[in-house]
């Protein structure tokens, strides 16, 4: 991938939303050969982690809420940043687990809209989960508050995707307005 389409594609990712528009998402572009080559012996030895274009760790910003909040909000009418920013504190504060849960939503969707991009871009991708989190976070060098998410290998296709394992049909997973 050209440094141009790297560009187009992490412009788009930063669109993706997030709630209190924290922006909670941190994008690690992997592109050194031997960091990839740890990673991958950190990821179960799954080869798309070394071998494909781009390597991109999704990682959360767990105090992302709590870093000068105003700044999510600077260009918004002054009524809107005197709700909305004391509305983030409130919410997120001694919170660990909404301050987790937000952020693994963040970066899913993000994560969403990166490989909708790169399909649109005519690449193909693969989010993967299979690593082990902590030993990513130590070879990442991430802050204390932050952690991976997932990744997402952007690069084009080799092979025909494998077939699904088996899709559950509609009726058991959609339901109408409430369990009964």
């Not at 798309?48 to 918004?76: H, T």
């Amino acid at each position: 991938m050209t440094e141009k389409e790297i560009h187009e594609l992490l412009s788009h990712a930063i669109l993706s939303p997030t709630a209190f528009n924290i922006q909670n998402w941190r994008f690690v572009v992997v592109t050194d050969k031997a960091l990839r080559q740890k990673i991958r012996a950190v990821s179960w030895g799954q080869a798309q982690v070394e071998e494909a274009s781009l390597l991109i760790v999704l990682v959360a910003d767990l105090m992302a809420w709590n870093k000068n909040p105003s700044r999510y909000w600077k260009d918004a009418p002054q009524p809107v940043q005197d709700y909305l920013v004391p509305a983030i504190q409130q919410y997120y504060e001694g919170k660990p687990e909404v301050q987790r849960d937000e952020a693994m939503r963040s970066c899913g969707m993000a994560a969403m809209n990166l490989m909708l991009t790169a399909k649109s871009m005519g690449y193909e991708t693969c989010p993967m989960d299979g690593f082990d989190f902590d030993k990513v976070s130590e070879l990442l060098n991430l802050p204390s508050d932050h952690t991976p998410t997932m990744f997402v290998c952007v690069g084009k296709g080799i092979k025909d995707a494998m077939p699904r394992g088996g899709q559950l049909p509609l009726d058991e997973v959609v339901i109408q307005n409430q369990f009964k």
